[in-house]
């Protein structure tokens, strides 16, 4: 009987996560776009060297950008358009350099010093 009290007592709600969970709080996005537009916009602070995250700045962050309009996908080529591509320029690179030691000039030939 105890047993079935201690499984039915709700764990509490936890108010601080580590930077990883909150990634996967909010989906898993790539570590570079987390850490460099998500995480300023949370609310987090260093405890010795590690970084907490609120909770509830998480959830604050999921609602302002649900309220926000969303955005509409343009269609690059409307129905009955004809399809659009960008024209491609020719190449005007110079090409690349040879690797490894350079050949020797070639000598020039009897014949055409003597005429």
Same mark, same amino acid.
């Given at each position: 009987?105890? +047993? ?7 764990? /509490? ?5 580590? /930077? ?14 987390? @850490? *460099?537009?998500? !995480?300023?916009? !949370?609310?987090?602070?260093?405890? *010795? =060297?590690?970084? @907490? ?15 926000? =309009? /969303? ?8 129905? *009955? ?14 090409? $690349?350099?040879?690797? *490894?030691?350079?050949? =020797? +000039?070639? $000598? ?8």
């Amino acid at each position: 009987m105890i +047993a079935d009290q201690i499984k039915a007592t709700p764990e /509490p709600e936890r108010l601080l996560v580590r /930077p990883r969970e909150a990634r996967e709080m909010l989906g898993n996005p790539s570590v570079s776009f987390f @850490w *460099g537009r998500i !995480l300023p916009e !949370l609310h987090s602070f260093l405890h *010795g =060297k590690a970084r @907490w995250v609120e909770v509830q700045s998480i959830r604050d962050y999921v609602a302002r950008h649900l309220a926000e =309009k /969303p955005r509409r996908f343009t269609v690059p080529n409307p129905p *009955g358009e004809p399809l659009r591509r960008p024209r491609r320029r020719p190449r005007i690179d110079p090409p $690349a350099p040879r690797r *490894g030691r350079p050949r =020797k +000039a070639a $000598a020039p030939t009897e014949a055409a010093t003597v005429t």
